[in-house]
């Protein structure tokens, strides 16, 4: 059972992250583990970081993936590894609603601050798309950190 309604951040709740509009079907199924669940909460208090930086509603397009929904995202030729650390409650694309500054600007800023405070460990910045791949470490799956602009 899966408390949806658990708060993570002030912003975002757990549900806003068992989320997929390409696989509502999948979404609905996903049980995140307590490790899983820990991640998240890491991963929701960095994007609170720069919730207040650049005010918006920021939306969470996929967070959390379990294998399957994983595979059924690779299969669909979205943006989807082998090794995502969406598996493991890790990252999240997020775009921002009614915010008044410009996607590249939170871009800069979170690679920026990746260097100071931040723990982000991934920032893929899709500008075609309007997203923007947000990425903690997993200390337990060490990967590359990985900062950069995709088309
Ligand atoms: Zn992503």
Known sequence: MVERNRRLSKHHILGDFLVDDTFP???KRLV????????LERLA???E???EQFPAQW????GYRDPVLNEACRQAGLPASLDSLHLDGCAADIEPHGGEFD??????WVRDTSRIDL????????????FIHIGVENKKRPTAKRILMRT
């Open 49 to 51: 970081r720069i919730a």
């Open 59 to 62: 939306k969470v397009l996929s």
């Open 119 to 130: 723990e982000v460990h991934e920032a893929v910045f899709y500008p075609l798309k309007g």
């Open 45 to 47: 208090l960095v994007i």
């Open 103 to 108: 996607l590249e600007t939170v871009y800069e």
């Open 32 to 39: 995140p583990d307590e490790v899983q669940l820990a991640n």
């Open 25 to 27: 079907d999948l979404a």
